[in-house]
């Protein structure tokens, strides 16, 4: 069975395992259908699914055109926390990486920081990303942050600036 295959399975042990032979293989491009089926595959029903496309797809090839979907999850498609996490991840790793909007982005981020009904988890891993997304933390810093926004020692400001489309960048020079 190819990977192309096993990403249309029913067996979601099948579709997970191949999602991970993807993200593990050292490949410098995959053709348009594989990302499409990587695509679909954010709206399958487990969670567990989607968290690995999120992981693999996004954060670990940092794919371009699984951006749309992953942006549409991020809008209110998504409910759960531990897909949502690797979400926020996966879009911040491809707007570094070159592609979408940056502003629309951190305005995004902000917008789940500032969402007290969130999780605390979800919730630090935007403020993180947001840190990500403008050069405001360091690689070293941002491996020994916590991630729950309770833990951490944020600045408002930044997410203010975030939410208005502003560079918080700029602001704090």
Same mark, same amino acid.
Do not use: F
């Given at each position: 069975m190819?990977?192309l295959?096993?990403?249309?399975?029913?067996?979601? *042990?099948? $579709?997970?395992?191949a999602?991970? !032979?993807?993200g593990?293989?050292r490949i410098?491009?995959?053709?348009?259908?594989?990302?499409?089926?990587?695509?679909? @595959? &954010?709206?399958?029903? *487990?969670?567990q699914?989607?968290?690995?496309?999120?992981?693999?797809?996004?954060?670990? +090839?940092?794919?371009?055109? +699984?951006l749309p979907?992953i942006?549409? #999850?991020?809008?209110?498609?998504?409910?759960?926390?531990?897909?949502?996490?690797?979400?926020?991840?996966a879009?911040t790793? $491809?707007?570094?990486?070159?592609?979408?909007?940056? #502003?629309n @982005?951190?305005?995004l981020? !902000?917008?789940?920081v500032?969402?007290e009904?969130?999780?605390?988890?979800?919730?630090? =891993?935007?403020? /993180?990303? /947001? @840190?990500? @997304?403008?050069g &405001? $933390?360091? !690689?070293?810093a941002?491996a020994?942050s916590?991630?729950?926004?309770?833990?951490?020692?944020? *600045? %408002?400001?930044?997410?203010?600036?975030?939410?208005s489309?502003?560079? %918080?960048a700029a #602001?704090? =020079?």
């Amino acid at each position: 069975m190819t990977v192309l295959e096993s990403l249309s399975s029913h067996n979601v *042990d099948e $579709i997970i395992d191949a999602i991970y !032979a993807l993200g593990g293989a050292r490949i410098t491009s995959l053709g348009e259908s594989t990302i499409a089926s990587l695509g679909v @595959l &954010l709206s399958h029903s *487990d969670p567990q699914v989607r968290e690995a496309v999120a992981t693999q797809g996004g954060v670990r +090839l940092r794919l371009a055109g +699984l951006l749309p979907a992953i942006m549409c #999850r991020l809008g209110g498609a998504e409910s759960e926390s531990e897909v949502l996490i690797p979400l926020l991840d996966a879009a911040t790793a $491809i707007v570094l990486h070159g592609s979408g909007e940056r #502003r629309n @982005l951190s305005m995004l981020l !902000a917008e789940y920081v500032g969402r007290e009904s969130e999780n605390d988890e979800v919730r630090g =891993t935007a403020y /993180l990303c /947001l @840190l990500k @997304l403008w050069g &405001l $933390i360091s !690689a070293n810093a941002l491996a020994r942050s916590p991630t729950r926004l309770s833990e951490l020692s944020w *600045d %408002p400001a930044i997410v203010s600036a975030s939410r208005s489309g502003e560079n %918080p960048a700029a #602001r704090s =020079t």
